[in-house]
């Protein structure tokens, strides 16, 4: 006997979304972080206690996190990185390292300024800053002392 089960896309969504022992571990070694780290980053830091895990498997659930609004995926230059923080804020990328920082909002006035000029509906802004982070400064000051 053949069982065919049909299920619609919301049933399918529920399926997806029930519980995962890795995602949940994802999940936590996302949260709490400042470093933003990369999909690779908290791969090798969960192998160790899931040795069954995959690349793929991270990715996978962090785009899934990520479209259900628990963690922001940054296009960084280079690997996208994972945010926990969901509010709208600003980053600050170092081109000498790479890190990604997070920024002190800025007054509002900058967006609300351009939505007198623009005929559609802004609903989020955010800044992006470039440059040197601290310790690359300083370690470029130290470099050109010497």
Not at 19 to 47: C, F
Not at 75 to 81: F, H, I, K, M, T
Request: proline letters at 3%; glycine letters at 4%; aromatic letters at 8%.
């Amino acid at each position: 006997m053949i069982m065919i089960i049909i299920i619609d896309k919301r049933e399918k969504e529920e399926i997806m979304a029930r519980y995962s022992r890795q995602r949940e571990a994802i999940r936590k070694q996302v949260s709490g972080r400042k470093d933003h780290p990369t999909a690779e980053t908290l791969y090798a830091e969960l192998k160790k206690d899931f040795p069954e895990l995959s690349l793929a498997t991270v990715y996978r659930n962090l785009g899934q996190l990520a479209e259900w609004g628990e963690v922001v995926k940054i296009d960084s230059y280079g690997a996208a990185r994972f945010d926990w923080v969901v509010e709208p804020h600003s980053h600050f990328f170092c081109r000498e390292c790479g890190c990604v920082v997070d920024m002190p909002e800025a007054d509002d006035r900058m967006p609300r300024d351009i939505a007198e000029h623009f005929d559609g509906v802004i609903e989020s802004s955010a800044s992006n800053f470039f440059g040197l982070c601290k310790e690359c400064k300083e370690k470029l000051d130290r470099e050109s002392r010497n």
